[in-house]
């Protein structure tokens, strides 16, 4: 069992940026980021592999966001740029044994989610 914890959510303004954090307790294949609106469905957002596989990224991000790795610390972050207020939304962390996916049943394993609110 992985235990996947985020952080680094909070309230910022447009235009402005955020990094989140997804801390792991074991190391997967895969690592994505997901994120879900109120009265939404839960949307992916990005993805990479520890072996350098991707990353991949939802179109409505691509450009703004980042995901990255550190294998030492069996982190991943998601850093996000130029944020729009529809960016707002419960950002989840996902791990999986298997190769990217950008559906929710791709993943194994969720973490609780982390709020980011962008204000206009």
């Known amino acids: 069992q992985v235990q996947l914890v985020e952080s680094g959510g909070g309230l910022v303004q447009a235009g402005g940026s955020l990094r989140l954090s997804c801390a792991a307790s074991?190391?997967?294949?895969?690592v994505g980021w997901f994120r879900q609106a109120p009265g939404k469905e839960r949307e992916f957002v990005a993805a990479?592999?520890?072996?350098?596989?991707?990353?991949l990224y939802a179109d409505a991000v691509k450009g703004r966001f980042t995901i990255s790795g550190d294998a030492a610390r069996n982190t991943v972050y998601l850093q996000m740029n130029s944020l729009k207020p529809e960016d707002t939304a419960v950002y989840y962390c996902a791990a999986s044994n298997g190769f990217l996916a950008v559906t929710k049943g791709g993943y194994n394993y969720w973490g609780q989610g982390t709020q980011v609110t962008v204000s206009s």
């Open positions: 990479i592999g520890w072996s350098g596989v991707g990353p």
């Open positions: 074991g190391r997967t294949f895969t």
